[in-house]
């Protein structure tokens, strides 16, 4: 079965520093998204990509799909505590709609002021 | 607009009780799902409903059941609840692709 792994498990970077976070993915990704979540709460999309060598931009948070790879990745520019939360990855696993998606386990931003 | 509500927030069962998991959205979405997270697991996948009058397993649906009462609500249930069911649930509706997620709701079976 497909599955996605992300690195780091977790970061701790210092405000101001840029980071980036990785997700492979174990077969063709069909569409990969992006969300944010803070501790206790829901998911909040960021961002979805799906042809590859597709980069999008929201804010200070850049996403890219290598579809080659089967891999994204997502890089923040000049992190801030704002941007501290869970960050998970999440693809279709065909190309029928995205009724089934799965998910990564996430990676745990911290940042420190 | 509310979104994705859900109820309740917080639950404790004792082994064997049953609970019925409340989700309802108002942005008119035909799909809708319930995942569940565990540590170190990310989000699973336990039902989905693709549009109204329609139900599919996701991937863990062992122990549960769903009912979409209409285009807004979709219900899940534990009819005995079992220790392994202690997790966090969300549910979600999607739009292009992009899912809307409630806030969630903490269940803990003892």
């Known amino acids: 079965s497909q599955e996605l792994e992300q690195s780091p498990q977790s970061l701790i970077v210092q405000e101001g520093k840029n980071l980036t976070i990785n997700c492979t993915s174990s077969k063709t990704l069909y569409g990969l998204y992006w969300y944010k979540q803070k501790y206790g709460e829901g998911l909040i999309f960021l961002m979805m990509?799906?042809?590859?060598?597709e980069e999008k931009s929201h804010e200070k948070i850049t996403a890219k799909l290598d579809e080659k790879k089967q891999q994204s990745s997502l890089h923040i520019t000049a992190s801030q505590p704002s941007h501290a939360g869970i960050y998970l990855c999440g693809a279709d696993k065909d190309n029928t709609g995205g009724f089934k998606t799965i998910f990564g386990a996430g990676t745990r931003l911290f940042v420190k002021a | 607009n509310a979104g994705v509500t859900q109820t309740p927030k917080f639950q404790v069962l004792k082994t064997g009780q049953s609970m019925t998991l409340q989700c309802a959205q108002d942005m008119n979405h035909n799909s809708m799902y319930w995942y569940r997270q565990d540590p170190g697991m990310g989000l699973r996948l336990i039902y989905y409903s693709a549009s109204e009058g329609t139900t599919d397993k996701g991937e863990v649906p062992n122990g549960y059941n769903v009912s979409r009462l209409n285009k807004r609500e979709f219900s899940l249930r534990l009819e005995s609840a079992a220790p392994s069911q202690t997790s966090v649930y969300f549910c979600?509706?999607?739009?292009?692709?992009?899912?809307?997620f409630g806030p969630g709701t903490r269940l803990t079976v003892t």
């Open positions: 979600a509706s999607t739009r292009v692709g992009e899912q809307y």
């Open positions: 990509l799906q042809k590859g060598g």
